[in-house]
Nanobody, 119 residues
């Protein structure tokens, strides 16, 4: 059984930082994209960042967020700096895609972790 488990969400003030982690088990993703998506209340799920050889970012987080992965640990991270209230959302980890930016390409998803940024 494949599982992706996120951790590291929480409440932070604007300008602060958080680091999300996603630990995968049940299979390896070293040849596939692993990514982060987010969904705010009343909005559709949107791409945040992904890694598959190269790294890919949404324009809204470029320069503030950094994705990294440790394939030996089957874990992907999202370092989030200079957080803004508009970053508030449930953040989901995903794995198993060929095309990093497209959520429909991902076969496996975590349960999500809440990130709340206060003004």
């Amino acid at each position: 059984q494949v599982q992706l488990v996120e951790s590291g969400g929480g409440l932070v003030q604007a300008g602060g930082s958080l680091r999300l982690s996603c630990a995968a088990s049940g299979r390896t993703f070293s040849s596939y994209a692993m990514g982060w998506f987010r969904q705010a209340p009343g909005k559709e799920r949107e791409f945040v960042a992904a890694s598959r050889g190269n790294t890919y970012y949404a324009d809204s987080v470029k320069g503030r967020f950094t994705i990294s992965r440790d394939d030996a640990k089957n874990t992907v991270y999202l370092q989030m700096n200079s957080l803004k209230p508009e970053d508030t959302a449930v953040y989901y980890c995903a794995g198993g895609a060929y095309r990093p930016r497209y959520p429909d390409d991902y076969n496996y998803w975590g349960q999500g972790t809440q990130v709340t940024v206060s003004p």
